[in-house]
């Protein structure tokens, strides 16, 4: 029965397509919904990959169209297209080519059947996002200078819960690099998180949810929340509410450093200490008995030390991203030791008073 089924939806929309001939692109024929698809092969959202699909025709058309309500001459990738919702509201925008990244191999021939239906408009890729190189999705000679506007490349993404961040912070630390995929320019994507992460990422100084993800992402980034989803509109629903986010690389960064010597500074700043002085924070960047470190670091930022963590914008991380470089250029063996463990500092790089030991080959560390 199913094969008969797919059989004839596959020669009506073969109809449909060549009816256009090959010098212009049809727009997606019909086919059968993406529920029927599902039921006839017979694949389910799978708890352990944190799938989520989203099926409510109307939020896809809304999710897409945060990037345009066109994707004329656009180079798509999409992350884990499950069943091919999002798939067929791309296909529809007419881009020049989409690109499918999918791990979970039931879904293959769900999404192979809308390529056959499309020839030449899709490839698809099994493999893991967090793995996969995404520039071999859009070609090179499109390429634009990072000072330029984005070039025709975009990447969207109904992402699991379970990868959205370790993708994220994955994809921030080439935007800061200007490497992989961003050396083809300041590529746009539009993706999903939850709500509360969502709401992390545009949080401003000052409010509850301001965090180490903040700050992160913002220096790099414009960040757009475009809107909220409910859970009703995926399959099965998730028990948190999901918010859509644009995200598009800065022309120029607020702070010019390694994404990691950032980070390091960020997270050991505001992650635990937000509602106490920036001081608390600041002083776990140097061994315990280092009082001198963390005077001289708010000495060289000009950043309050009494100042709530939270409180804090960019501009003050910037300075004390810059203040903790001055500072590890005299001690390298600084950047060694990341911890909050007051009792991890003497156990190799330094001795119990806190002075770097000599027998460390400062040269061979790097930055």
Known sequence: MRQNILKRSFHQAKVVADSYGKEKAPPLPPLPTVSQLVKLYQVRATKHLSQNFLYDPAIVRRFVSCLSNKLNGMHVCEVGPGPGSITREIL????EHLTVVEKDKRFLPLLQYI??????KMTIVHGDILQYDISQAFPNELAKSWKDDPPPFCVFGNL????????????????SRQE???ELGRIPFVLTFQAEVAERLVAPPGTPQRSRLSILSQYLCDIDYRFVIKGRSFIPPPKVEVG??????LKKREIDLPFHSVDMVVKHV???QRQRPCKKGAS????????????????????????????????????LCYAYEDIAKRIPQLKLVDTFDPNMWS????????????NINVEALGD
């Open 92 to 95: 529809h925008r007419e881009g």
């Open 115 to 120: 390529s056959d239906v499309m020839p030449n």
């Open 160 to 175: 699991p819960f379970n990868i959205s961040l370790p993708l994220l912070f994955k994809w921030l630390d080439l935007i």
């Open 180 to 182: 992989g995929v961003f």
């Open 244 to 249: 859509a986010v644009k995200i598009t690389p």
């Open 270 to 272: 505001i992650s635990g």
């Open 284 to 319: 776990t960047l140097f061994p315990p008995r280092r009082k001198d470190l963390v005077e001289e670091i708010f000495q060289i930022s000009g950043v309050t030390p009494s100042t709530r963590a939270y409180m804090l914008d960019n501009l003050h991380f910037r300075d």
């Open 347 to 358: 156990k190799t790089y330094f001795d119990k008073d806190g002075n770097p030991r000599n």
